[in-house]
């Protein structure tokens, strides 16, 4: 029912507000989340993290949203105006940035919960019969129009969006739920040692993404009561949902990809090896994620910049780039590009190669550079003849950081530069 009747849907989505969780600080990232907030992190060439949960709203039909804020927001603030500010409230849409500011009380925001509820009053304006509330720092399409819809459906007062994953994955990293035949949730662990298996999937588990739909009322009510409760950590993993599964309709509501028989598409970018991995997926000539799929485009805020540009066509040095995405604005000049991810206005000098790397805007690399299996932050001047990548001790002794698996994180202070 709920998979195919777009006008139910439409409805649905109309009556829903958005929440959209944007004020974590990503500390696994290290230095990468040291000036942005996690969902302000470049991805994918020309995209922000945030853009990702935003433009599923937007394609989805909710087209209300609010944007919670808190850590290191500037950059983050600076590309929802610019990226985001053209929706037209008197049309009933719009993209509202909601930083903390101790609107219900003398603290910032506290966890998750607390951050709906200390903005209770300007979702209660927007008078919602739904409110969705969404992780702003993962990667992946879903159409939220079908959870609403199961939602509906279920007549449940809570909706949790989930995935099934692999027991490892999901140890000491995931909300794990519990169901029944018919998808009601009888127990929340978060982030259990050893979850609980899913009952015909040996060795898979039943996964939040961080995603839920609440009847509006039924939301306002549970915050009231968790802003009173001194032991509370006011959180919706921690506290809400475990404080409401035995007496209230709470769901469990499975995201799958429609269009194949796979594990659908999610990615939380929470480390550096996950980060520069689902970068790296997406440079395979059938990636898992299709950004150029128009049925479901992914929206941005991109700088008006010239066409990439490749130069020279000499023997001893040619600009080309191979299994490889660049963006506008680009230089390749005599230098090789291979199986990297190359954000705007990088420009690659004679002499270099740059592999299996990820090149964050407004990085110059100087010529004979080689980099391998590399992050490199916005802004970085790398100086001529510098190898990084291919020896991990001394890419340490140089003062870089390099993870377990062999990725290593460049930044303007490890170069001794100006902060980008």
């Not at 004020?23 to 942005?36: A, H, M, P």
């Not at 588990?205 to 839920?212: D, E, I, K, R």
């Not at 009231?224 to 006011?234: G, L, V």
């Not at 194949?260 to 790296?280: E, F, H, I």
């Amino acid at each position: 029912m709920y998979a195919s009747a777009p006008r139910f849907v439409s409805k649905l989505t109309r009556d829903t507000y958005a929440l959209i969780l944007a004020g974590g600080r990503g500390s696994r990232l290290y230095e990468l989340t040291n000036w942005r907030a996690k969902p302000a992190l470049y991805f994918g060439g020309k995209f922000r993290i945030i853009d990702f949960p935003l433009s599923n709203c937007i394609n989805s039909g909710v087209r209300r949203v609010g944007v919670v804020t808190q850590y290191k927001s500037h950059s983050l603030v600076k590309h929802l105006v610019r990226g985001w500010g053209h929706f037209k409230k008197e049309l009933g849409e719009g993209v509202e940035i909601l930083p903390a500011s101790q609107r219900y009380s003398e603290n910032w925001y506290l966890g998750t919960a607390d951050a709906v509820y200390q903005n209770l009053d300007i979702i209660r304006d927007e008078i919602p019969e739904f409110v969705l509330i969404l992780s702003g720092d993962h990667v992946y399409r879903q159409d939220y129009g079908d959870m609403l819809a199961y939602h509906a459906e279920m007549n449940a007062d809570m909706t949790v969006s989930c995935m099934v994953v692999p027991i490892d994955e999901a140890a000491n990293s995931y909300g794990v739920m519990t169901v029944d035949g018919n998808n009601r949730i009888v127990d929340f662990n978060e982030k259990p040692a050893t979850p609980a298996e899913l009952p015909g999937k040996p060795g898979y588990c039943l996964a939040s993404m961080g995603n839920y739909v609440f009847n509006a009322d039924f939301l306002f009510e549970q915050l009231r009561h968790d802003s009173t409760d001194q032991s509370s950590e006011h959180d919706f993993g921690k506290n809400i949902i475990p404080g409401i599964i035995k007496e209230h309709r709470v769901y469990a509501y499975e995201f799958t990809d429609p269009d194949a028989d796979v594990l659908p598409y999610w990615r939380d970018v929470g480390t550096l090896a996950s980060y520069w991995k689902a970068n790296m997926e997406l440079v395979s000539p059938t990636p898992p994620l299709n950004l150029y799929d128009r049925r479901w485009p992914i929206w941005t805020f991109q700088e008006q910049l010239p066409p990439a540009k490749f130069v020279f066509d000499d023997d001893e040095r040619r600009g080309h780039a191979l299994d490889s995405m660049v963006a506008g604005g680009v230089i390749i000049s005599g230098a090789t590009v291979r199986h990297s991810v190359i954000f705007s206005s990088v420009r690659v000098n004679s002499f270099s190669t740059v592999e299996d790397s990820v090149i964050l805007p407004e990085v110059n690399v100087g010529r004979n550079v080689k980099l391998h299996k590399v992050i490199v932050d916005r802004a970085c001047e790398i100086p001529e003849g510098l190898t990084i990548g291919l020896d991990p001790e001394q890419d340490r002794r140089a003062g870089f950081r390099v993870t377990d698996s062999g990725v290593t994180l460049v930044t303007p202070r490890m170069l001794g530069q100006e902060l980008g």
